[in-house]
Structure formats: C-alpha cells, structure tokens
C-alpha cells in the first residue's frame, strides 16, 4: 500500500504563487511514477503535470510555463510550484503515485484563485 497526502492549498490572488506539497508514504520503493492532477468545478479531473519513474516531467498546455514540479527524494515528496495563477486555475488539486498495479490518489487539495 500506498498513502499520498496532499498540502499547500487555499486562497490566493490572481497573478499570485502558491506551492502545493505531496508526501508518500508506505511502500514507497514500489511507485513508478507521480503526477499533479486538478478538477475544476463541473469538470472532469485533467493532468496537470507528471511525474515519470526516470524523471522526465511534463505539463499542460494550459500551465506550461507557468508551474513546476519537482520532487525531494529524501522527503517522497513532490511539489508543484505554481505561478501567477489565473481564476480558472482553481481547482481540487490531487496528487497521485502510480505502480504497476494500481493508482494511489490523495484526499486533494483545494486552491481558490479570487481578488
């Protein structure tokens, strides 16, 4: 088993930063790949950016440029570092950690873009 726990959200203004944090747990030597996911209202949950088990990352059209991910091996932790954020950026964002078997999925985390 696998347990992935998300943090960082909340509120923040346009055009604002804000880094959301993901730490595993469990059998970690297990994870193929990690990935940032996010599900707007009314929406289906999209990939936001992943993660690979040789560390290649990649990223939405819709955020390139703008967030990065990157991970701390000591910690298992991965982060998305988003910058100047938009009001359509808000979202439930989740973190998920992949093996061969199965998708492991956090409780999400919730990041408000308003003025």
């Known amino acids: 088993q696998v347990q992935v726990v998300e943090s960082g959200g909340g509120l923040v203004q346009p055009g604002g930063p804000l880094r959301l944090s993901c730490a595993a747990s469990?059998?970690?030597?297990?994870?193929?790949?990690r990935g940032w996911y996010r599900q707007g209202p009314g929406k289906q949950r999209e990939l936001v950016a992943p993660?690979?088990?040789?560390?290649?990352?990649g990223y939405a059209s819709s955020v390139k440029g703008r967030f990065t991910i990157s991970r701390d091996n000591v910690k298992n932790t991965v982060y998305l570092q988003m910058n100047s954020l938009k009001p359509e950026d808000a979202a439930v964002y989740y973190c998920?950690?992949?093996?061969?078997?199965?998708?492991?999925w956090g409780q999400g985390t919730r990041v408000t873009v308003s003025s």
């Open positions: 469990g059998r970690i030597f297990s994870i193929d790949s």
């Open positions: 998920n950690a992949e093996t061969v078997a199965q998708k492991y």
């Open positions: 993660f690979s088990s040789g560390g290649s990352t």
